[in-house]
């Protein structure tokens, strides 16, 4: 009786001897994610521990350099640029401009209780000992027209970007006004009190959001999986993987300067990716286990398909976030950096130590089976959902009229982008409307128009005192008064020694319209060349809030092109690499550019006209902030070829085993449509969390990004997607002669390379170990 040694699946091929007709290696080299994967099973503990080590390290290097953020300095752009960076080379800051209201229905500044909660308010604030240059308005003139508000007006001493951390004691002492004086209102508003008021919501809604994140994107994975330590894994590897990132972006914020803004996203986009990558490997592992396939076999499958498309995904959207620095906007740039660090850390996250712990676990990864979700998972039908088997024949069946509807509707989504109008959201536009801090700015804004968000004029000259630049500064104030589109007060501050005087006016409008825009524009264009301008040897930049708004997007106007240029070339070279054909990578960028047209339009809607934004507890703000647009579009592809990736792949694979294109799509589809809905339910739960947020920049990437996600993964990979190739029919895998040179990154030959692997390995084993006769 003869047997054969049993081959180990799993292990290399061993070479052939001399004369052996047996392969000496595989028919193709296994793909990277299959080598990290292969690397990862072998050396199990080193990648479990060299994560967690990694991970320590990398938090406590952050910790001990600590967190550089971006200045006024950093973040100024244009004129207005021109203007912070005057102010800064001569050692001179804008103190943070701070305000009382006094304001009465009943009595008028002339009454003598209105005129001694004024007094009492006067001295509350000159009391605590932080501020200077304070002013009654019976002495700066700042009384409303109807003579029922009053300002008194004072700056907080000290370094301006701290001013918010000691507002609190003004703050303390207006209330104690206001208690004593029931028959009048008495608020504090300016600068550091609505930093501070910003920043106290902008804390807690980052806590919100990370403690209710993690459970929901828990709870959805339980439902995926079924199974506890299946559904811990993915989470366990994005919290560590955010973590990291928080750290590394501590240590490289010393050589690119971070802010608030990219720690939100960061953690927004790593919680959402790190989870979608785990959740499709471990599906695609699941899924081979499932099929017969032995745990060394299925988990290698798992890394040429899933993985490789993890890994393409992930550098996608890190290239993408790349053109981020093409803007030249320190904040673009850092919230480009974090992205990039915490994307490549989920990445490594997932073809190293997942492997490592999935072979680990073997099939106790189905431990902790909770029975009803269970049983709902062993009831599913094993073709995919019944739901998206029905719409896929209906799709398949009138692919023309599925093209037409899908992209109506997308493109309907996306006509409110025509009129789309960005601003940089003040401290105070960004918290919402019932916040005590907005009803104050309110109510100044309709008493003293302008005076929220007052323009700022710099002027540098060897000699600021001489009557050249005084009768100039005199003519300035007239004729800027005279437009009709400046208001008082008007405030000039001279200092000698450096050189430079500053010239603060109200500006007519509410600082984001178009009112104040063409104020700022009659100031540049008209009164400043006619009276500032005409002194030899000055130079003049106009700052401010507006002024700040109006060349920031000026830039991001100007890096437009370069930056959607480069992300749409990136993806469409990817596409075509990871698929060697032309009509998949034009269709991958015009489906994507559908979805992005249709997040704008949806945000369009909400938030600059109103429409269901107090369903978000939110309000009209009249303008998406600056830099979203921007943002969501290189974001937006660079996730949306997360599903694109995973879908096609699927849909090559079938046809690469010999299926017709229409098989291969309703394969491609149907065999995805399960994890693809969970990993888009997962984003977009997380996404909407940050939309129900108080800050409203948060609530507008939340938004923006939640409907982008759910477009994609519905109308345009779901219907769209499988519509547009079933008319295309084989011509989706058209590749000109001229390209054939192209690298082949192709995902589809993942699990048939695999198979020929372990065949070719089966095949080297038997015929270099001799037969073994047992007697």
């Known amino acids: 009786m003869t047997t054969r040694p049993t081959t180990r699946p799993t292990g ?41 080590l990694a991970v320590v390290l990398a938090t406590m290097i952050g910790t001990a350099v600590g967190t550089a953020k971006s200045t006024d300095v950093d973040n100024g752009v244009g004129e207005s640029g021109r203007a912070v960076k005057i102010l800064a080379d001569a050692g001179l800051r804008t103190p ?25 308010a006067t001295a509350a604030v000159q009391g605590t000992g932080t501020v200077t240059g304070l002013q009654s308005p019976y002495d700066s003139g700042a009384i409303s027209a109807d003579r029922h508000s009053a300002l008194i007006t004072f700056s907080m001493s000290g370094d301006p970007d701290t001013a918010a951390d000691r507002v609190q004691p003004v703050l303390t002492a ?127 499958i798992a890394a040429a398909t899933s993985g490789h ?16 620095f093409l803007t030249g906007i320190a904040t673009f740039q850092a919230m480009g950096l974090a992205t990039i660090l915490v994307v490549i850390v989920a ?30 998972r062993r009831n599913s039908p094993a073709g995919g959902s019944r739901v998206w088997a029905a719409i896929i024949r209906g799709v398949l069946g009138k692919p023309l ?132 301008g005409t002194v030899a040897g000055t130079e003049v930049a106009v700052g401010g809030s507006t002024a700040t708004s109006i060349d920031f997007n000026h830039q991001l106007s100007s890096s437009v092109l370069p930056v959607f240029g480069f992300v749409l070339v990136l993806a469409f070279v990817l596409m075509l690499l990871s698929f060697r054909s032309l009509v998949i990578a034009v269709t991958a960028v015009v489906l994507n550019l559908l979805s992005v047209g249709a997040a704008y339009g949806v945000l369009t809607l909400v938030f600059q006209h109103g429409v269901g934004a107090s369903v978000l507890g939110s309000h009209k703000v009249g303008a998406i ?75 507008e990437i939340g938004v923006g990004l939640g409907v982008a996600v759910f477009l994609d993964a519905s109308i345009i990979r779901g219907v769209l997607l499988p519509a547009v190739m079933a008319l295309l029919g084989d011509r989706n895998w058209y590749l000109p002669s001229w390209l054939t040179w192209l690298p082949d990154l192709s995902h589809s030959r993942g699990e048939a390379a695999v198979t020929a692997d372990l065949e070719a390995a089966a095949a080297a084993a038997e015929a270099a170990e001799p037969e073994a006769v047992l007697l």
């Open 12 to 52: 290399r091929p061993s070479a052939s001897p001399p004369g052996s007709n047996a392969p000496d290696k595989p028919t193709r080299k296994p793909g990277l994610a299959v080598a990290i994967g292969d690397w990862s099973t072998r050396h199990r503990k080193t990648a479990v521990w060299g994560w967690l």
């Open 96 to 120: 943070a401009a701070e305000t009382v209201l006094i304001q009465s229905s009943q009595f008028t500044a002339d009454d003598q209780r209105f005129h001694t909660a004024v007094d009492q």
């Open 174 to 300: 207006v209330t104690k006004v206001q208690a004593a004086q029931p028959g009048l209102l008495v608020q504090e508003f300016g600068d550091a009190g609505a930093k501070k008021a910003f920043n106290d919501i902008f804390t807690n809604d980052f806590s919100q959001a990370e403690w209710t994140a993690v459970p929901l994107a828990l709870g959805i994975l339980l439902v995926v999986f079924g199974a506890l330590v299946a559904a811990v894994l993915p989470v366990a590897l994005a919290v560590t993987a955010f973590t990291a990132a928080f750290g590394l972006v501590a240590l490289s914020s010393h050589l690119v300067p971070t802010d608030d803004n990219a720690s939100s996203v960061m953690l927004l986009v790593g919680l959402a990716v790190g989870v979608d990558y785990c959740l499709f490997y471990i599906r695609r592992e699941r899924e081979e286990r499932a099929a017969g396939r032995d745990a060394g076999t299925a988990l290698r």
């Open 309 to 324: 498309s993890v890994l393409v995904s992930g550098l996608t959207v890190a290239v993408a976030m790349a053109g981020m």
């Open 347 to 376: 990445v490594l996250g997932s073809v190293t130590v997942l492997p490592a712990l999935l072979s680990m676990l073997g099939d106790r990864v189905e431990k902790g089976r909770v029975p009803l979700l269970s049983r709902m």
């Open 401 to 532: 009229l599925s093209t037409v509807l899908a992209a109506g509707v997308l493109l309907a989504l996306a006509v409110p982008v025509f009129g789309m109008h960005t601003a940089q959201l003040s401290a105070a536009q960004e918290l919402p409307s019932g916040n005590a801090v907005v009803a104050t700015g309110d109510r100044i804004q309709q008493a003293f128009p302008g005076n929220p968000l007052p323009a700022q004029v710099v002027l540098k000259a060897q000699d600021v005192s001489s009557p050249a630049v005084t009768q100039a500064i005199t003519d300035f104030q007239r004729e800027a008064l005279a437009t009709g589109q400046v208001h008082q007060p008007v405030s000039v501050a001279l200092h000698p020694q450096q050189g430079v005087a500053v010239i603060n006016l109200s500006l007519a409008g509410t600082g984001t319209d178009n009112a104040s825009v063409n104020a700022v524009k009659a100031l540049r264009d008209t009164v400043i060349p006619h009276t500032l």
């Open 625 to 699: 902030e600056s830099w979203l647009p921007l943002f969501l579009f290189v974001i937006l592809f660079g996730l949306s070829m997360d599903y694109h990736v995973f879908v096609v792949s699927r849909i090559k694979e079938g046809r690469d085993k010999g299926l017709a294109t229409r098989d291969a799509i309703a394969h491609g589809i149907g065999s995805t449509a399960g994890v693809i809905t969970s990993a888009a339910v997962i984003m977009v739960g997380v996404f909407a969390i940050f939309g129900t947020l108080t800050v409203v920049s948060m609530k």
